[in-house]
C-alpha cells in the first residue's frame, strides 16, 4: 500500500476457549508492522463499529495479551448482526474517518460472509480496504480448514464430559436406564461425535451417537435403544442439536430462528432435540426415567479444558491473518492443512472467503459408521491429536 495505515479487528458470533488467543496474535502480529498504525478494536463486532464504539489496542502490554490467551468467552464482546444494504456507507465511513485499511473478524461463517461483503463494497467506491478472515467455531464446520479453533478445546470439553457422566450412568443404571447428552452443531455432527474419544470398550459410552449428517428414523432409533438396554444396563446416548428427521424437520421442534435465518435449537417456543429423544424414549419404554445434559454455550468457554495445541494454533492464525494483510492480500481466512497424524504436524494456508461464507463442513461418510449412530476409526485418528490426552479412571466392580 506505500504506507502506514490503522487495523481493526471484531470477535463475532459464539465465542470459542481459544477466540482470544486468535485476538492475542492479531495484535501482537499487528504490534510488530510497521505498516501497521493504531490497532482497534471492535466493541460488539461489527455492530459496535457502525456505532463508532472502538477500544484501542496499540498499547496492548506483553503481559495482558499472554493472559488474554488464557481468557475464555469474547474480550472484545460479540454480536450476530446480519449487514443490510443500508448499512455499508456507514461502515465506509468509520472506516475513511478512522484511517482504516486493515479489515480483519475472527468468526464463522456469518462473519466471513460480513468480511467479504464489506470488502467487495468498499472495493466497488474505490476505498483501499485489506479484509482477511481468522477462522473459529466449535462446530468446527468451516470449509477450506482441516479444523477450525475452538473445535478441538470444545471436543475436549464434550469427551470429557461424557466420559464422566457415562460413569455415573452406569452406576446409577438402576435408578435411571438412559442418558441423553446434547452437544451444540447446527448442520454438522463434529462435536457431538467427539464424545467417542473416551469409549475404551464397547459397553462405555456413549452408545449411540445421532448426528445432523444421519437423518434418524424413530423406528430404528428405538430398536438400537433396546438392544443397548439389553447389552449394557443402561444407555448412553449424545445428540447434536441439530439433528433431524427423516423428513429433514428438525428433532429439537425449533421453529425460531437468528438474524441470520439459522435454526435456534431450544429456543423458546420450541424443544431442544435432547428432551424431544428423551419424550419419545420415556414415551415408548413404559416406566423408563432417564436425563439430559444440554450443555448449550459451556464447551464456548471452558478455558480449563483448553486444548494445548488448540491455544497455540487460534494465536498463529491470529498472526498469519495481519501478515497477509499487510502483504496486500485480501478477501481471504487464514485456514489449516494437516500434513500427517503422527506425530500431528499442520501447516497455515489461506481460503477464499467466497468459499468459506457459502459453504458448510460437514463429517465425511468415511467417519460415520454404517449404521449411522456411531463413528469409524478414521474419526478418532482424525480428533485424537487435536484433542491430546484424557484422564483416566478404575474400576472396582
Keep these: ?19 482470544n488467543g486468535s485476538l492475542a496474535g492479531v495484535i501482537s502480529e499487528a504490534q510488530k508492522q510497521k505498516a501497521v498504525g493504531n490497532i482497534f478494536g471492535m466493541n460488539f463486532a461489527i455492530e459496535g463499529f457502525m456505532q463508532e464504539k472502538l477500544i484501542d489496542l496499540t498499547g496492548t502490554s506483553a503481559k495482558t495479551l499472554s493472559s488474554l490467551r488464557a481468557t475464555p468467552s469474547s474480550a472484545l464482546g460479540s454480536s450476530r448482526l446480519k449487514l443490510q444494504e443500508e ?38 467506491q474505490g476505498y483501499e480496504l485489506y479484509g482477511v478472515g481468522v477462522p473459529k467455531t466449535v462446530d468446527n464446520d468451516l470449509f477450506g480448514t ?71 428414523n424413530r423406528e430404528r432409533f428405538l430398536r438400537k435403544v433396546e438392544e443397548c438396554y439389553g447389552k449394557y444396563g443402561f444407555v448412553s446416548i449424545v445428540c447434536g442439536e441439530g439433528a433431524i428427521w427423516e423428513g429433514k424437520t428438525p428433532v429439537s421442534a425449533s421453529s425460531t430462528q437468528d438474524k441470520f435465518g439459522n435454526t435456534e435449537f431450544g429456543a423458546m417456543g420450541g424443544t431442544s432435540a435432547a428432551i424431544a429423544l428423551h419424550r419419545l424414549i420415556t414415551g415408548h419404554f413404559k416406566g423408563w426415567r432417564g436425563e439430559f445434559q444440554i450443555t448449550e454455550s459451556l464447551p464456548m468457554c471452558a478455558a480449563d479444558r ?92
Design 306 to 397: 483448553m486444548s494445548p495445541l488448540d491455544r497455540k494454533e487460534a494465536f498463529d492464525l491470529g498472526r498469519a491473518a495481519v501478515k497477509l494483510a499487510v502483504a496486500g492480500k485480501s478477501g481471504i481466512m487464514t485456514s489449516l492443512i494437516r500434513l500427517k497424524n503422527k506425530p500431528y504436524k499442520a501447516r497455515i494456508d489461506s481460503v477464499l472467503l467466497s468459499d468459506v461464507a457459502v459453504r458448510a463442513k460437514p463429517m465425511p461418510d468415511e467417519m460415520i459408521s454404517a449404521d449411522g449412530f456411531m463413528v469409524t476409526d478414521k474419526y478418532i485418528e482424525y480428533l485424537k491429536p487435536l484433542v491430546g490426552p484424557l484422564p483416566e479412571y478404575v474400576e472396582i466392580l
Design 1 to 19: 500500500m506505500g504506507f502506514k495505515a490503522n487495523l481493526v479487528v471484531g470477535q463475532s458470533g459464539g465465542p470459542t476457549s481459544v477466540i
Design 146 to 216: 482441516d479444523h477450525t479453533p475452538g473445535f478441538p478445546s470444545a471436543a475436549r470439553f464434550t469427551a470429557i464430559s461424557v466420559l464422566q457422566s457415562g460413569i455415573l450412568a452406569r452406576d446409577m443404571r438402576r435408578v435411571d436406564q438412559f442418558v441423553i447428552y446434547q452437544a451444540v452443531g447446527r448442520d454438522a455432527g463434529w462435536l457431538a461425535a467427539s464424545s467417542a474419544l473416551g469409549k475404551k470398550r464397547e459397553g462405555d459410552a456413549p452408545h449411540i451417537l445421532v448426528l445432523p449428517e444421519r437423518p434418524l
Design 87 to 124: 448499512h455499508f456507507p456507514r461502515i465506509l465511513e468509520i472506516l475513511k474517518k478512522h484511517g482504516i485499511r486493515y479489515f480483519l473478524m475472527i468468526g464463522g461463517n456469518d462473519s466471513m460472509d460480513t468480511i467479504n461483503r464489506v470488502e467487495k463494497f468498499c472495493r466497488s
